[in-house]
C-alpha cells in the first residue's frame, strides 16, 4: 500500500516555541491531507484538513492561528505549533488520500510532541 | 452530523476464540463508507477492512469479517481464530462518498487476548 512518513516521531520543544510536523506522501500524490491529534486513551479527532494549494479547513474549536497548516505541494503537509504550551503536549497523526475514487486513507506513524 | 459510535471500550478473548466487536453509526447519506482500524501500540493506524455502504455482501479480509446491517447503521467487526497480534485498539470510521472526505471515528475498543 502507499505509504506516509511523519516526522519527527517525538518531539520535545519549551514553551513559548514553534515545533514543526512534517507529513509526505512518498510514492503517490496526496490532494488532500488530514491532521489529527489524539489523547491518551481516546479517539483520533479531526483537527483541519488540507488541500495542495490551498488554505486549510479548521473543524470547529481548532485555533487556526496555533495550528499552522501548509499543502505546499502534493507530497508534503506540514503542522506547526505555534508558542507551544504543556497543554499542547499530545499525538498528532496526519493521513493522506489521492484525488482519485479512492476509499482508503494512508496514516503516518504520527509524531508525539512533549512541551515542557 | 455524523456520529460513529463503539458500545465497549474493553473487550478480552482467548487465543483462537472469536470475537464481535460492535459499532453503529447515525448519518443521513445513502452512500459512504465504513471502515475498522488496527492501532496497535506503536501507534500507526492500520486498515483492518472496508465496506462499501451500496454493496449488500459483507466484505471478508482472511481471519477479519464485517457484519454490516445497513437499516440497523450497524457495522460489527468479527475477529476469528484471535491471534496474539490482534491485541489493540479497533476503531470503527465512518466516511461520506465523494473524493477526500473526512474520516469520523468512533471511540474505540480495546482487544486484548489471552492464552
Known amino acids: 500500500g502507499a505509504v506516509v512518513s511523519q516526522h519527527p516521531s517525538r518531539v520535545i520543544c519549551k514553551s513559548g516555541t514553534s515545533v514543526k510536523i512534517e507529513c509526505r506522501s512518498l510514492?503517490?500524490?496526496?490532494?488532500?491531507m488530514f491532521w489529527y491529534r489524539q489523547f491518551p486513551k481516546q479517539s483520533l479527532m479531526l483537527m483541519a484538513t488540507s488541500n495542495e494549494g490551498s488554505k486549510a479547513t479548521y473543524e470547529q474549536g481548532v485555533e487556526k492561528d496555533k495550528f499552522l497548516i501548509n499543502h505546499a505541494s502534493l507530497t508534503l503537509s506540514t503542522l506547526t505549533v505555534t508558542s507551544a504550551h504543556p497543554e499542547d503536549s499530545s499525538f498528532y497523526i496526519c493521513s493522506a488520500v489521492t484525488g482519485g475514487e479512492s476509499t482508503e486513507a494512508f496514516f503516518g506513524q504520527g509524531t508525539r510532541l512533549t512541551v515542557v | 452530523a455524523q456520529t460513529v459510535t463503539q458500545s465497549q471500550p474493553e473487550m478480552s478473548v482467548q487465543e483462537a476464540e472469536t470475537v464481535t466487536l460492535s459499532c453503529t453509526y447515525d448519518t443521513s447519506e445513502s452512500d459512504y463508507y465504513l471502515f475498522w482500524y488496527k492501532q496497535p501500540p506503536s501507534r500507526q493506524m492500520i486498515l483492518v477492512i472496508r465496506q462499501e455502504a451500496y454493496k449488500q455482501q459483507n466484505a471478508t479480509e482472511n481471519r477479519f469479517s464485517v457484519n454490516f446491517q445497513k437499516a440497523a447503521k450497524s457495522f460489527s467487526l468479527k475477529i476469528s481464530d484471535s491471534q496474539l497480534g490482534d491485541a489493540a485498539m479497533y476503531f470503527c470510521?465512518?466516511?461520506?462518498?465523494?473524493?477526500?472526505?473526512?474520516?469520523?471515528f468512533g471511540t474505540g475498543t480495546r482487544l486484548q487476548v489471552t492464552l
Open positions: 510514492d503517490f500524490q496526496a490532494t488532500t
Open positions: 470510521a465512518y466516511r461520506p462518498a465523494g473524493t477526500a472526505s473526512k474520516l469520523t
